[in-house]
């Protein structure tokens, strides 16, 4: 379903991202884990179509689709979806407004009538219990005030509305108390089909306890070093980077 | 119609030399198709016109107020009250679910003659309609209030509306009673030609009374508009007073208004001052707080694009221990579109206690758009809770995307911030009705289907 090639990506016109190449099927988990500022978050930015970042060169194509020639809000109706490392607060917006503009929106993409309001109170209803989300959060304004964790809950809680074909985590887990990220990892694997895929961006193997990938990637200096199964992430959980930026720096 | 316009003399005189000649060949007439209590004040008011002129931008108060340009307009004047061709109760019909108001018109200048049988049941007391006539029915009541607050006024726009208006609304609620239903005003700009209007509205809550008004503001014809009205506002101790302005008029009107309040003690008075669309205009809103224990909330808002110029010159003045006052304005300014704010706080030097917030936050929607905001705080009491607080900015990138991320268009992401941004101040509108309204209307204007006037769009 994605296909990314030789990615090349720039912010302020300083290279983050140094060719950069993944390959994603329907139904697979991919962890991607590596150093801080290896660039991670900018890789999950890209593909959601931040325009603060340059791609200067490779390609991105998801279901055949050149993803980069897409505006970030159509890449999100053709089934991306990012839970943001750091959500945004946006104060005035209710939650229930923020969440039926956005479900409409996808709707219409797809030639669906909106959703009565009704139905999408039903569905708002459903899809909170699957993360466990406080009403009144729902009633608030779109993480204005909420906590870190509540935060990356509400992440979730929206990937279960806007249901993604490929949705990308980053670091949904830190900041979350033991309870909840159980909570929020089961929601994550209740919504997996063989249809859909996940990128999940992490630093703790203990994630990947409950949310179990088919590959584990390591991200170092704007590329991906290392491939291996869930093995490596116990790995790198026990030894660290060092050895990985050695077998880098070696190969040049 | 053209019968009903006296065209100015020294037609094409540019500024106030045309109106100072017009005012004294024309005196006898504008005080004969006036009243005595108008009438009083009515040559000191002139004088003092003749020797201030129109307000320029030299004068540190009036710097973002330019009427240069609006005054190079020829505009008629309806000195000799010619009745205007037009029922208003029939034209407009009011839709705003379930606000159920008392409804009044002033056409131009003139308090329309009241024929609604919604207004027949007013509670028993209340005195609502054309300062006119009801300064002839009830000379003293008129006496006791009229141009207390105007005439101490140092300003040309005020001094030009008292030498020139020649009626407006009034309303007077007696002691303890309470009015079930908001009153609405609607002011109707209706010409075939360039027209100017002077009114000046008395409205006077006695002790313990409660009234809520809400003021639209509009333009019926395609022709140039000025209007400078001032009205005056009396709030008895323990009273309460909601005053909501919505303004709605075309790009070639020119809406002067000067709004002053006088708060006796233990009174609450919140005015909410609307600019969904406009010409220029200039709002001077002065509250003075002459009792213990009051509360005033004071909030406004504008919505400008094009070239749209909107002034709300603001003072709030602490004159006795004990008050609360709030001030709470915001912007959003696209296209070439300018805005200005001042927000006066004044606390008197046994004034304590006095706690007074002021926020102004503006948003610029485009590189041309211009915001000019400015705090000016004189304290002069050393216990006190004062603190202001102004921002200029754009729209958050980062929010804007966050929603682009769920799939919101850029458009949509916009209009919802935009919104979320002004939702403050349509929050402080108290009358549920309204406020579905107002929130419709904006929604509306900010998505641009009200790019221009339609008419009142409160009644129509
Ligand atoms: N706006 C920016 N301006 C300049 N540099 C930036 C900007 N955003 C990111 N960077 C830099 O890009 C590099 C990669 O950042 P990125 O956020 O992708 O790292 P990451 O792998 O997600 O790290 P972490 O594990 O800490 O979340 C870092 O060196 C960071 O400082
Ligand atoms: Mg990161």
Redesign the pocket.
Known sequence: MLEIKDLHAN??G?E?LKGLSLTVRPGEIHAIM????????????VLSGNQ?FEVTHGSVSFYGKDLLELSPEDRSREGIFLSF?YPIEIPGVSMVNFMRTAVNEHRKYKNLEPLSATDFLRIMRQKKELVEMDNKLANRSVNEGFSGGEKKRNEIFQMAMLDPRLSIL??TDSGLDIDALRIVANGVNKLKTSENASIV?T?YQRLLDYIVPDFVHV?YDGRIVKTGGKELALELEDKGYDWIKKEVEEAI | MDESISKKPTSGVVGEASYIELYKQHHESIKMHSTEVMNNIRDDAFAQFEHLGFPTVALENYKYTDLKTALTIDYGLNINRIPIPVNPYEVFTCDVPGIHSYLYFVVNDAFYPVNDARNNVLPEGVIIGSLNKVAEQHPELVKQYFGNLSSTKNDGLVAFNGAFAQDGFFMYIPKNVILDKPVQLVNIMRSDVDFMANSHNLIILEEGAKAQLLVCDHTVDDVHFLSNRVTEVFVGENAIYEHYKLENMHVKTTNLATLLINQKASSNVLANVITLHNGLTRNTIEIDLNGENCETLLCGMVIGDKNQQVDNFTSIIHNKPNCNSRELFKYVLDDMSKGAFTGKLYVAKDAQKTAAFQTNKNILLSKTAKMRTKPQLEIYADDVKCSHGATIGQLDEKAKFYMQSRGISEKEARLLLMYAFTSDVIDNIRIEALQDRIKMLVEKRLRGELSKCEGCVICQ
């Open positions: 912010i302020n300083k983050i590596g150093p801080n500022g290896a660039g991670k978050s900018t890789l999950a930015s603060a490392q980053d670091e961006i630093h991200l």
